[in-house]
């Protein structure tokens, strides 16, 4: 069983709902990345998404683009990021990492010596955004192979006939995008999140984590009363982004901490739409 | 023979092409294809194009034998594709017109595109203007800044133009932004990509809209001149208006197909807009398709004198064609570029865009050494008249 299926099943154990952060490594330079991982984990996160710096993020916000070209202004490149997450796995044993990033850079490496090098520093999953299902079964058995899970994007408009061949393909957890629209956006219906959840449970048996759009103790607690985990991006940038570089770790703890305290804080009633 | 009839289904085009997107868009593509399949072959939507194109856009366009720079150079004759005479004074109003109708049967109010230079922003505007749309155009602040005039022409149609802060502040940039609002705004709003590149079924649509080039120069051509040119030209930035040509001639064997890239200070320096020539294939924009990529498959920036060539992929069509070799693909500096320019307006009365002048500075390489019974067809993409600053800031001219 690798890492993201025993941090799930530890979970469930304990009844409580996966943190999930997003930040993008090399951000807001590459000596930092490490440091925060580590920190993220002591702030109570229980996976870590990385994202992996690409020029033209598509599918992102411009909070997550400025994080991009923040690590590229640094020379961030995926050997770079390898190095980043070897380093992590010394000193951690246990905490998955998810690589998030875009089909290009991965081309450009070529498969196999990704899903090889990535094997080898001690990652765990892989998001890659504008790989829909039908482009990439190839992709998933090279990262099968290498014992790392693929995991996917659903989205609201997402209809039952993919949900199914997403739920083939996918391993570790799916991600559910909450809104329409980018990274970083503003409103979330959380009653719309839970008849999708329902209808998401149906086919998909892997847990369901659901990010985009929570920036706050209340909404990220909301969620995670339907979700099995709650993905916190943009928020983690923000703070990333307007605090001096000295006080990054201590400020991101901070805000971590808030939403791991939400998370596990049982409150059925919340006053969010 | 072989009767070509790409993409396939699911928009592939050998290796290239594809949907390369987000989740969240995926939908919107799925509807964008299907009322796309079921348009295409309805006679009232192709009738009211035609119409459109007739009578809006002043189609058929001309072929128009350039016969004292021909006998200057010395060759096979050099006739123009008169692209230039369209309503706006390119090809891409053929495009927008398409994707506009499409979009009013969608019942979509409000569109969006993306624009390098300003000309499909340009031809945008001016369908939404035409059919009452809301429209919002994604410009990169840089070229904001390039092309005032531009600008300005898209505001007097009532569009708004969006300057895009993000990346290089270029086409690139403001491709990537559009796709953002529109995965925001889906319900409402129909995306009019520019040329033939994007997620399927993209690249197949704007092509579908612009072979009327072809389509019509095929006609042209048996009528006046009782047969078809021995070669096409045609400039390539993403490369609607190459495909548009190329595109009806791709089963006629005998027609040789020049698609002409940019190869801005040389294909030698790093500013250049080469993308077959020089790129490799990746994933960029929802396609695969060659790129200007460095090692880590980041995307690089382009530079070349004409901002509608400036673009570090290519339509995934063209990509196919290049690995077939049923086209062959090479590079024009600006300083030829420029020097086809001046030479058409001198020789023919004629300003050329500096897109166009691409294609036609190969031409002026290629004729000396044909026969003067060849006949060599190039695509006079777009009129001059928005290069005229450029132009004249190459030359030291202030005005």
Known sequence: MNRINQTFTALRANHRKALIPFITAGDPDPELTVDLMHCLVEAGSDIIELGVPFSDPMADGPTIQRSSERALKHHVTLYGVFEMVAQFRSKNAHTPVVLMGYANPVEAMGHTIFAKKAQEAGVDGVLTVDYPPEECEQWVDCLGQHNMDAIFLLSPTTKLERIQQVARLAKGYVYYVSLKGVTGALHLDLQNIKAMLEKLRQSVSIPIGVGFGIRDGATARAVAELADAVVIGSRIIEEIESTPRNNVLNKVKTLVQSFRTAINENAPHSNLK | ?399
């Open chain 2, 1 to 399: 023979m072989n009767v070509y009839d790409l993409p396939d289904k699911t928009g592939h085009f050998g290796p290239y092409g594809g949907v390369f997107v987000a989740e969240t868009l995926i939908s919107a593509l799925d509807v964008l294809r299907e009322q796309y399949e079921y348009y295409q072959n309805d006679a009232a939507f192709q009738k009211e194009f035609a119409c459109e194109l007739k009578h809006y856009v002043g189609r058929p366009s001309p072929i128009y034998h350039a016969k004292r720079w021909s006998e200057h150079l010395g060759g096979a004759q050099i006739l123009l594709k008169r692209e230039d005479l369209n309503h706006t004074g390119a090809h891409k109003i053929n495009n927008t017109i398409g994707q506009a109708l499409l979009a009013r049967r969608m019942g979509k109010t409000r569109v969006i595109a993306e624009t390098g230079a300003g000309q499909h922003g340009v031809a945008s505007a001016t369908v939404a203007a035409r059919y009452g749309m809301q429209c919002v155009v994604y410009m990169g602040a840089e070229d904001v800044r390039r092309q005032a005039t531009n600008v300005y022409r898209m505001k007097l149609l009532g569009a708004e133009v969006v300057p895009v802060e993000s990346g290089s502040r270029t086409l690139k940039d403001a491709l990537n932004e559009a796709m953002r609002d529109w995965v925001t705004h889906v319900e409402d709003t129909f995306y009019i990509i520019g040329t033939v590149a994007g997620p399927h079924p993209y690249p197949m649509m704007v092509r579908d809209f612009q072979t009327i080039i072809g389509k019509e120069a095929k006609i042209q051509m048996l009528e006046e001149y009782g047969r078809q040119p021995d070669a096409l030209i045609a400039c390539v930035g993403g490369g609607s208006n190459a495909i548009g040509l190329f595109y009806p001639y791709i089963d006629d064997d005998n027609v040789k197909m020049i698609g002409v890239e940019a190869a801005g200070k040389g294909l030698d320096t790093h500013q250049h807009a080469a993308t077959l020539t020089t790129g490799r294939p990746g994933v960029l924009h929802g396609n695969r398709t060659y790129l200007i990529q460095d090692d880590n498959g980041q995307i690089i920036e382009t530079h070349s004198i004409s901002a509608g060539l400036d673009y570090p992929g290519v339509g995934p069509e063209h990509a196919w064609l290049k690995d077939i070799h049923r086209a062959e693909y090479v590079g024009i500096t600006d300083d030829e570029a420029l020097e086809a320019f001046h030479a058409l307006c001198r020789f023919e009365g004629i300003m050329p865009a500096l897109e166009s002048s691409h294609a036609l500075a190969y031409a002026a390489k290629y004729a000396p050494t044909l026969a003067k019974d060849k006949l060599l067809l190039v695509n006079l993409s777009g009129r001059g008249d928005k290069d005229m600053a450029t132009v004249a800031q190459m030359s030291g001219i202030t005005f």
